[in-house]
């Protein structure tokens, strides 16, 4: 089963993609955790790709289409693959190379998207998502897993989330717009809770 999520930013991809990715045991493929692996363990394309994330711009295709085909390929028996594609080039990248089975859209208003992201808190260590309004940790500021510290993503500030949702009206929508003419594309209501978003996300992949 190869599923490509998609929505604007906060819509909750990333932490329902992990769910499902349990739930299925099949990896869950994050773009810009990736990117941000590179960052962390200061290789060539960490370096680059550092100066286009921390702006909130996308880092160039020729960089992320060498990441995502090579995680896609290990990715035997099937994915859910959250962050990419985010303009028309990549999706055309992802038509060509992979057969997918589910293209899944979580809509949300940006209002809410913008209050979400400014309450994601991301561990320093293990990268587990928390959210201060619904997803809380038990102890504050501290990782429920690996005791890490929580911390407010780098780009999750007010200038660099506005250039991100910006991208995602320009160059995401286009997408969203290419991927509707199939018919395995399915809409999901994410104003709702994590919990409902993703019973309606398993009713309606079966
Ligand atoms: P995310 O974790 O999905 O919010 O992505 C964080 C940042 O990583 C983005 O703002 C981009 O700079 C970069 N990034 C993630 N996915 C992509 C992609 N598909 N294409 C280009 N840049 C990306």
């Known amino acids: 089963m190869n599923v490509v999520l998609l929505g604007i930013q906060g819509s909750g991809k990333g932490t329902q993609a992990e769910l ?24 060539e394309l960490g370096k ?21 085909e090579d995680v896609l390929n290990k990715a035997e028996k099937g994915f859910f693959l959250d962050g990419f ?31 979400r992201i400014l309450a994601r808190r991301q561990c320093k260590k293990c990268k587990k998502v928390y ?3 619904f997803q809380k940790p038990e102890v504050e500021n501290v990782c429920d897993i690996c005791g890490g510290e929580l911390i ?22 286009k997408v969203i ?14 104003a709702q809770s994590l919990l409902a978003i993703n019973k309606e996300i398993i009713s309606k992949i079966n």
């Open 20 to 43: 499902l990715s349990q739930k299925y045991k099949l990896p869950h493929i994050n773009v810009g955790d990736s990117l941000r692996e590179n960052i962390q363990n200061q290789t």
């Open 48 to 68: 680059i790709a550092k100066s286009y994330i921390d702006k909130g711009e996308l880092v160039p295709d020729e960089y992320v289409f060498a990441i995502v």
């Open 85 to 115: 594609p985010r303009n028309l080039e990549q999706a055309k990248f992802l038509l060509s190379k992979f057969k997918i089975d589910k293209f899944l859209l979580l809509e949300l208003d940006e209002e809410t998207a913008i209050k």
């Open 131 to 133: 959210n201060i309004l």
């Open 152 to 173: 407010l993503r780098e780009d999750d500030n007010k200038q660099a989330i506005k250039k991100r949702i910006e991208k995602f009206h320009h160059e995401t929508e």
């Open 177 to 190: 717009k290419l991927f509707k003419e199939q018919s395995n594309f399915i809409t999901i209501n994410a």
